[in-house]
């Protein structure tokens, strides 16, 4: 029988991965692929090119094999990457273009590459026909080393460095670094797969139970209670039911999920699982960001062998149960780490957001019921399973329950992800980082992410928790705690933030596709001190714009995209030094 | 989806079913041969509401699945498949076009869909039904309205005494009380010299029939020939006298009636150009030469008229037409809603009227036969931005249009050395035409397809004037033709 | 079906379960503007000019694609609702050539919109600009000028332009050339954020896509960015006058589906050939003869 109709059209899902493939192999989505590909697929070729394109990490024009992604983002920016890719231009030639010195790379600017305490960082893709890419994580770079990385041939892989991990308390990140991520055993001896034990064991009720004692909520911005989610999807009588792990840490200046995933990729499968079971999932995706190909492999190994060792597929653990994980990658779009530009994107659409309702644990991905979870968040259901949830909603305040993973960045003595009791004091974590670096004067801290807010000095005595974030209108947001110190240009890092919301916009809504572009063009008005009319009515308007992308917009992108920069118009006197 | 190419449409569909040309019974009857041997016919239905179905199934014995996909070349399991999803499904229509009907046995391919409706209960139901696609945008109402040989309008048989005598009475004149003949029967009689004089309206046949070199030298010996059109077709250029028409769609008033049985309003948004004038007007003007004042009615006082002789268009006043945006018949009076589907009467305990008959037919071979010297199936159609003769059509600029071309399949144009764009002689058993090779990996190896939307080619000099004895239509579905390389091919881009 | 009662500014409107905000607005007479709506077409809620107030939620809500529900209190004219209103209308304003949008511009004039306060825009980008641009990167803008969508118009058959300059990216070309009528797929939105654009596969030209002008792109476009050649070439001529022009309603001289086409005619000629929306048989969608066959009228002359 000839395959077509609904069965065809089925195939969709398997585009973003089919175009990953001509990608890795060639390094550009020539027409000649991406036609082969529709026909195999039996997807339309304007619509696989309109996912294609939508995609930064993918080209749709001939682009080199080897790309250098520079990244210019703000922590970067803190350290120096305007200049080094100023410099870059110089030596290499515009972005995009083939280098002179090698016609077979090329560089170009990219956004937060999620290696902030690294800071300034890039990332080396190379293509292989033979379908085995080279994805490479640079920290702490400068131009030499660059350089070196685009141009020399056989040099040794760099080793990734590993994260500075501190804090207070130990509990997600008690295993990063005592153990080899990529052995299993060595996971099991440090007690991996014991809370999932109990979880077959206490079966889906009690899972849910145990979470909704220990108060978790979810860790990925929004606060929303995670028992909560998945009961109601548990409740749903729409059968599949999926699970995903959204593991698409885009925020500027985050990079806590990475440290977990490249570390621990053991407990994202444990933990997957056990929300699995509770949300009587059969399914799980987990959905990485493009950008980390260190991620990718070690957690594709770690499925692999967990499947090897029954821990997954059929009868998990020796019980009756059921599940699997399928792995995809992202290609460069922050905005897929909103749930449901996520669905659309595992889907094989364009990651343009959904309106809600409906909800996603009614109809989500594939318009079946489904749990969405992000790393972290998960993270925290081992130990809540393992111990108890009393014992977890002990820690923290009654409000914030648990430890949470803060990044910090910028102008810090010690960058690195720390781990604090929920509802421990900014300034704590500070010091326990050692302060502002250089023992410079502290200017402001952006926490949360350029979705988050900055913060005065006077206002680093915030307990760290949902509710206190809250009262002094800020958020938690990714746990970012970036530090600028009184050197720090406010005013540049407001104009990246701008852009930034101008490129990861989705461009489905007017209020953020148009919006993000008039706030970007605002600020440079400001910056260079050519207000259209008075420097009020600049403000009056830039309000306006930020109030009718929060009320209007259809996702969270533009929700926030003005948070930040209207936080430090309010609190700091940015452009008037200028 | 169901055709020998392999088309856009059959690309979407959920199952292509590619079977050989003409062997659309085989198709019907082993489908209906899986449903019997899985017990998947509507016994209740088939008891209740049909005639005939002992033989019918007596007749199916021979239609295995094995026999089935030897006659169609559709593998005996997707028949099967097809078979079973139509059966249990709560709703199914089937919709045919021209490929069932332009074939020798063309009324005997419908009443296998027939017996498949009736064995399965798929029909008088809403989303049920079978249903002829239409071509062209008033054929349906062409019949309504009595423009067929044996039915007076609103498909009232011109034999019964009763009916013709109240058209008698409505109209001042007598009727024939037998019938007329068809297009194809008109040919014949002007073969014998039995038919000297042919009035022809808005048809170009000269093009659109099937053997165009005996069509043409009929056409040539009518001894007077009138033909009435919006254009000077090749029909009229052998023609004594010409009359020039309004175009029925936007010069003149009226309806027009579609495939799903909707009466729809036509208006005058135009004046006709020249001397061209309303069809009405001009066989108004011939009655009165001919020496009957039939009035210069309007459309509408026609239609009026037409609603009280036709119990089916009754309730259909212009005013509700507009106000409906159509209705579909029948429509007995102005307050019946029209009817979205027929035969609802055959769910009806007892059965309102006849019970609806099983024909038992077998499948029988295109006539056209396919040799050593005519090894190839060629079936003609229509392209998506073209219409018929192409006198419409042919006047924009389709981005779509590429002219005519003998499609064949890539093995084809490999096996007779033939690239792209490649003048080549196609002959029949008729005739032969010059044409460019267009290669088209929706067809299969012995499959060409052709249409006759071009003057430059005259496609239906290789068509057979092979009539269905039932309905006139000719197999223009199945030609055999053989493909000759040109001495000095030039090359078309 | 039951009725849901809600209450919109102050008073109770009834509509039948299922029906949506903007179904209720409509019934209660309450003029709300809608650009990327169309009866015909699945709601995409991209547009956001339709957004009201309601009760106990965030953010404001599409009345396009929210469905009543019982209690629900809705304001349509509040502050917030007005300013999110007039920014859309500036935002595409002060962006796309909206000359031909008549609707958009009596809601312009109705929220007193004044897209210039973005600063003159910018002058327009070399060809092909926005068709290359990269997901993720723009050159940093000066800020003096408003940056716009403005483009040479795409010409590459002759049945109709694109001129992408008026489009607003409604999406609404793209539903009815792909599930929600002609189920081609030979466009759509390709890039992202403010590049995003309407686009075939490589931004082929349209003879070389999967296009079959069936043109119910054009039938649904609702700024013009999407016009016949024939109403292109008179505007650029200065010969197409509205004025001059009668409007009738006729069926389609082709097949037998029986489409309803509303006809225009000025001077004596057939200028252009739309399907009205409510016509039941196939809602205004056409195909290439029914849209662009009907030349053969006036080349008999």
């Known amino acids: 029988m000839a395959v077509g109709g609904d069965q065809a059209r089925a195939q969709r899902h398997r585009l973003l991965p089919a175009l990953h493939g001509l990608s890795d192999r060639i390094g550009w989505i020539s027409p000649g692929a991406l036609n082969y590909v529709c026909e195999r697929l039996r997807v339309p070729p304007a ?19 080897q790309i250098l992604h520079v990244c210019d983002d703000i922590a970067c920016r803190l350290a120096g990457a305007e200049e080094l890719c100023a410099q870059l231009e110089q030596k290499l030639g515009p972005p995009h273009e083939p280098l002179p010195q090698q016609q077979s790379a090329c560089w170009t600017r990219s956004p937060c590459l999620g290696m902030c305490d690294r800071a300034p960082a890039a990332l080396f893709i190379a293509a292989d026909p033979g379908g085995s890419p080279r994805g490479e994580p640079l920290g702490e770079v400068d131009r030499p080393r660059l350089e070196q990385a685009l141009l020399s041939e056989d040099r040794p892989p760099a080793q990734p460095a590993r994260a500075t991990v501190a804090g207070t308390q130990r509990t997600l990140l008690r295993r990063i670094g005592k153990i080899d991520p990529e052995s299993i055993g060595d996971y099991r001896k440090a007690g991996g797969f014991t809370a999932l034990r109990r979880a077959i064991e206490i079966g889906p009720a009690g899972i849910i139970h145990e979470v909704d004692v220990a108060k978790l909520t979810g860790r990925g911005g929004a606060a929303f209670p995670t028992a909560r989610k998945w009961e109601a999807v548990a409740r749903e009588p729409a059968r599949p039911h999926y699970l995903i792990c959204n593991a698409d840490e885009s925020e500027p200046g985050t990079f806590k999920d990475r440290v977990i995933m490249e570390e621990d990729p053991f407990a994202v499968i444990e933990a997957m699982t056990i929300a699995a079971i509770a949300g009587g999932c ?297 | 989806m169901v055709d020998p190419r392999r088309t856009a449409t059959a690309a979407w569909a959920d199952t292509w079913l590619g079977l050989d040309v003409g062997s659309d019974i085989a198709l019907s009857n082993g489908m209906a041969h899986e449903i019997l041997e899985r017990g998947l016919e509507h016994r209740e239905f088939i008891e209740h509401a049909t005639i005939g179905f002992a033989e019918y199934r007596a007749s199916l014995d021979s239609y295995t699945p094995q026999v089935a996909t030897r006659m169609t070349g559709v593998p005996a399991n997707v028949i099967g498949e097809v078979a079973r999803a139509y059966a249990q499904a709560d709703k199914a229509l089937i919709c045919w076009t021209l490929g069932i009907t332009e074939h020798h046995n063309a009324v005997d391919n419908v009443f296998a869909l027939i017996n498949l409706a009736l064995l399965t209960g798929k029909v008088g139901r809403y989303g049920c039904g079978l249903n002829p696609l239409r071509g062209q945008n008033n054929v349906q109402g062409g019949g309504d309205m009595g423009a067929i040989p044996h039915h007076l309008p609103g498909f009232q048989d011109i034999t019964d005494d009763a009916l013709r005598a109240k058209f008698e009475r409505a109209w001042g004149a007598s009727i024939p009380a037998k019938r007329g003949l068809r297009l194809n029967e008109m040919f014949e009689a002007i073969e014998r010299g039995e038919l000297r004089a042919l009035y022809v309206i808005g048809e170009n046949p000269l093009v659109s029939e099937a053997d165009r070199n005996r069509a043409s030298h009929l056409l040539a010996s009518v001894e007077h020939l009138v033909v009435q059109d919006i254009f000077l077709t090749q029909t009229a250029e052998l023609a004594d006298v010409v009359l020039p028409a309004a175009a029925g769609w936007c010069e003149t008033e009226g309806t027009v009636t579609s495939s799903e049985r909707r009466v729809q309003r036509v208006r005058k948004l135009l004046d006709p150009p020249g001397e061209a004038r309303d069809d009405l007007e001009i066989v108004c003007d011939i009655a009165r030469r001919l020496g009957t004042d039939l009035g210069r009615p309007s459309a509408q006082q026609v239609w009026d008229e037409l609603r009280t002789l036709s119990p089916m268009h009754a309730g259909m006043s212009y005013a509700r037409l507009e106000a409906c945006s159509g209705l579909q018949w029948p429509c007995y009076d102005e307050q019946h809603p029209g009817e979205l589907f027929l035969h609802a009467r055959l769910w009806e305990d007892p059965v309102r009227g006849p019970k609806a008959p099983f024909h038992a037919v077998e499948q029988e071979d295109p006539v056209d036969t396919l040799s050593d010297e005519y090894p190839i199936r060629l079936t003609t159609g229509r392209r998506l931005d073209s219409f018929n003769s192409g006198v419409q059509s042919g006047l924009y600029s389709s981005p779509l249009r590429r002219g005519e071309s003998f499609d064949i399949a890539p093995e084809d144009a490999e096996r007779y050395g033939v690239a792209e764009g490649e003048r080549v002689r196609v002959s029949s058993r008729r005739g032969s035409v010059t044409v460019p090779v267009h290669v088209d990996p929706g067809l299969r190896p012995g499959l060409a397809f052709m249409t006759f939307h071009f003057d430059d080619v005259a496609t239906n000099v290789l068509t057979i004037e092979a009539n269905d004895p039932k309905s006139g239509t000719a197999e223009f579905k199945a030609s055999a033709v053989r493909l000759e390389k040109l001495e000095s091919p030039m090359q078309v881009s | 079906m039951p009725d849901v009662t809600i209450e919109i500014d102050g008073k109770a409107v009834s509509v039948p379960e299922g029906a949506t905000i903007l179904a209720a607005c409509r019934a209660a007479g309450i003029d709300t503007p809608t650009l990327c709506y169309l009866e015909n077409l699945t709601p995409v809620n991209v547009c956001r000019v339709c957004v009201v107030e309601l009760e106990g939620s965030r953010t404001l809500v599409p009345s396009c694609s929210r469905q009543a529900e019982s209690g629900m209190k809705v304001k349509t004219d509040s502050a917030r609702v007005r300013t999110s209103r007039t920014m859309v209308l ?212």
């Open chain 1, 282 to 578: 059969e399914r799980g995706y987990l959905y990485v960001r493009g950008e980390y190909p260190l991620a990718s492999s070690r957690l594709q190994k770690a499925i692999d062998e967990a499947r090897a060792a029954g821990m997954l597929g059929d009868g998990i653990c020796g019980s009756p149960l059921r599940f699997d994980i399928e792995m995809r990658r992202g290609a460069g779009a922050y905005i897929c780490g909103e749930e449901t530009a996520l669905f659309n994107s595992i889907e094989g659409l364009r990651g343009e957001p959904r309106n809600k309702p409906p909800f996603p644990v009614r109809k989500g991905l594939f318009g079946k019921p489904t749990i969405v979870n992000n790393v972290e968040t998960l993270a925290n259901v081992i130990e809540i399973v393992a111990k108890g949830g009393e014992a977890f909603a002990s820690v923290g305040t009654p409000g914030s329950t648990g430890t949470k993973l803060f990044c910090l960045c910028g102008h810090i003595a010690r960058p690195g992800l720390y781990e604090v009791p929920l509802g421990t004091m900014l300034a704590e974590l500070l010091a326990l980082a050692g302060g502002v670096r250089g023992g410079k004067r502290l200017q402001a801290v952006l926490l949360g992410g350029a979705a988050g807010s900055f913060l005065t000095p006077a206002e680093i005595g915030v307990p760290l928790s949902f509710e206190g974030a809250r009262a002094i209108g800020a958020t938690l947001g990714s746990g970012v705690v970036m530090v600028l110190d009184e050197t720090a240009d406010l005013g540049g890092i407001l104009v990246r933030i701008a852009a930034f919301f101008r490129d990861e916009s989705c461009g489905q809504c007017v209020p953020c596709r148009v919006g993000t572009v008039r706030q970007e063009e605002l600020l440079h008005r400001l910056r260079r001190g050519r207000p259209l009319g008075s420097a009020t009515q600049e403000r009056d308007l830039l309000a306006q714009i930020g109030q009718v992308m929060r009320d209007a917009s259809i996702c969270g992108l533009g929700q926030t995209a003005s948070s930040a920069i209207e936080s430090a118009l309010s609190k700091f006197e940015v452009f008037n030094r200028a």
């Open chain 3, 90 to 301: 500036e935002f595409l304003a002060s962006s796309v050539d909206v000359s031909l949008a008549d609707d958009l511009q009596r809601q312009m004039r109705r929220y007193g919109a004044q897209p210039g306060r973005y600063g003159p825009p910018a002058p327009p980008p070399k060809a092909d600009q926005r068709d290359a641009s990269v997901a993720g990167h723009h050159d940093p803008p000066s800020g003096d000028a408003a940056h716009t969508v403005a483009q040479p118009v795409k010409r590459d058959n002759e049945l109709y332009v694109r001129d992408y300059t008026k489009c607003i990216l409604c999406y609404k070309c793209v539903e009815a050339c792909g599930s929600d009528a002609q189920n081609t797929f030979a466009i759509a939105v390709a890039g992202r954020g403010f590049d995003a654009r309407i686009s075939t596969e490589h931004a082929v030209p349209l003879p070389d896509s999967a296009c079959v002008y069936c043109g119910n792109c054009i039938g649904v476009c609702p700024t013009g960015a999407l016009m016949f050649v024939t109403e292109h070439d008179r505007r650029a001529q200065g010969t197409w006058d509205p004025s001059r022009q009668n409007k009738g309603e006729t069926i389609c001289p082709y097949c037998g589906v029986g489409c309803n086409l509303e006809v225009s005619t000025q001077d004596g000629e057939i200028v252009k050939v739309m399907s009205p929306l409510e016509s039941g048989v196939t809602n205004g969608h056409l195909c290439i003869k029914g849209r662009f066959g009907w030349q053969f009228v006036g080349k008999r002359r």
């Open chain 1, 47 to 65: 619509d696989a090119y309109g996912v294609a394109s939508f995609y930064a990490l993918f080209s749709t024009t001939p682009r080199a094999p």
